[in-house]
């Protein structure tokens, strides 16, 4: 909670999910709120599917400042608003959403989060090739950046692989870089990987400590970081197994870090107290 007591001047924001007990971005956000003094609140709401509609126009007759967006709803929910920021409408998901005086805005801060993690690590896609393993709405974001940043190469791979296939005709013409669709199970393949600078999991497997898929993970230059866009106290298997075969790793916290900021200045427009933002998420993941 920030430090002001509630009351009729307390603005609220929240994230949409289902499920939603696991997330950590409320106590980030509002440890941003009371680092900057702002009269803000960050709360969980837990919306069911069915409920996607209402839980929308609720933004509106509860005059929310915002909210976030996570599974299952990033790429329904566009339907639903009255705005996309040209990321948002690009990748197809919303994880943000800004109330204007009533129009609702949509953007998707997860591609400049993912990049902006990247840059940490002294990484940089441009020209590189990137295997991508899931076709959903945190693929799509990652995709749309990735093209952006000039990607040489790009290669999907899902367990439905006609969804893959959908995503890569939609963005080939996006950009120069080669998009490519495969079956789930190539990832045992090591000419998939022989070239790859990055791989990173766009999938919920591993979240509750299930094994990842058989993966090459020996075939990749040495210098090929395993990228998890999970966060949880302990490796999931993916980066377990990338470890072992003494490869860098890299989990989903600093993507939800920068994520997280960029959608704090979109909602009070001032700038994200980043420290504190981290310092509240390390805690908060130590204490799962």
């Keep these: 909670m920030s430090t002001h007591a509630i009351s009729g001047q307390t603005r609220v924001v929240g994230i949409f999910g289902d499920p939603i007990t696991h997330t950590r971005s409320p106590a980030m956000q509002n440890a941003a709120f009371r680092v900057r003094h702002l009269p803000y609140v960050y709360v969980p709401f837990l919306v069911r599917p069915a409920d996607l509609s209402k839980a929308v126009h609720s933004i509106r007759a509860l005059n929310l400042v915002g909210v976030n967006v996570t599974v299952p709803h ?58 991508v393993i899931g076709a959903g709405g945190a693929a799509r974001a990652l995709l749309a950046s990735l093209i952006r940043a000039g990607s040489a190469r790009v290669t999907i791979l899902n367990r439905t692989q006609a969804k893959a296939q959908v995503l890569a005709r939609t963005y080939r013409s996006l950009g120069k870089t080669r998009i490519e669709a495969l079956p ?65 790793i890299l989990d989903g916290r600093r993507m939800l870090l920068h994520q997280g900021a960029l959608a704090f200045s979109l909602w009070t427009r001032t700038p994200a107290p980043l420290d504190a933002m981290a310092q509240a998420l390390k805690r908060t993941l130590r204490n799962q």
Aim: aromatic share 8%.
């Design 74 to 131: 990033k790429e329904r929910i566009v339907r639903y608003l009255d705005a996309l920021s040209a990321e948002a409408n690009l990748c197809g998901a919303v994880n943000t959403v800004v109330n204007c005086d009533g129009t609702l805005f949509g953007d998707n801060t997860d591609g400049r989060g993912f990049l902006l993690s990247l840059q940490e690590r002294c990484l940089s896609p441009r020209r590189r090739e990137v295997v």
């Design 184 to 248: 789930l199970d190539t990832l045992r393949d090591p000419a998939l990987l022989q070239n790859a600078a990055l791989v990173v999991n766009c999938t919920p497997v591993g979240l509750h400590g299930e094994q990842f898929l058989p993966l090459a993970y020996a075939a990749t230059p040495r210098g090929c970081l395993f990228y998890d866009l999970l966060y949880r106290p302990e490796l999931t298997s993916f980066l377990r197994h990338a470890r072992a075969a003494q490869r860098p």
